[in-house]
């Protein structure tokens, strides 16, 4: 178990987490595109286990399971401090970039595999690729990795 930390661009909002993600992803749908400029390098949390000082503004929408994914961001400099999919209640998604310093990613998991990027290789580390959002599998390798919480 580590203590995480991250700030946003402008210092304004603060994040402590001290687990270890339960899971390392990337999300290479048309959404986390259009959200992020890119495909989305994620690390899943519980939600509980993330301590926030600062203000943080909301911006939701329906995702592709017909669900609300809501993104949690700086009023200010406008980085994205976590993203929260209701269709897994209670986890929420952490850029990588915003943990400091830089955060060591290696996603174990790839989502949405024919929209990654023709300039982007698969990284070594992923041992899990859907071509959609294997939302059941997913669930089922967070839980797996429960076991650190004990």
């Known amino acids: ?10 210092g304004d909002v603060s994040v402590s987490i001290a687990f270890d993600p ?7 749908c048309s959404v986390c595109k259009l959200h992020h400029g890119t495909s989305l390098s994620a690390l ?31 009023p200010t400099c406008g ?9 897994l209640g209670g986890m929420v998604y952490v850029p990588a970039g915003l943990l400091t310093p830089d955060y060591d990613f290696k996603p174990k998991v790839e989502l949405w595999t024919d929209g990654r ?24 390798l967070i839980l797996g990795n429960l076991d650190q919480r004990a």
């Open 1 to 10: 178990m580590s203590t995480h930390h991250g700030t946003c661009a402008c």
């Open 22 to 28: 339960l899971l390392e992803f990337q999300c290479h």
């Open 44 to 74: 899943a949390f519980g939600e509980d286990e993330i301590t926030i000082d600062g203000k943080i503004e909301i911006y939701s929408w329906t995702g592709g399971s017909g669900e609300t994914i809501s993104k949690h961001y700086c």
């Open 79 to 87: 980085v994205p401090i976590f993203i929260k999919p209701e269709v």
């Open 117 to 140: 990027p023709q300039w982007m290789s698969q990284a070594p580390t992923i041992v899990e690729a859907f071509p959609d959002n294997g939302t059941i599998e997913r669930i089922q």
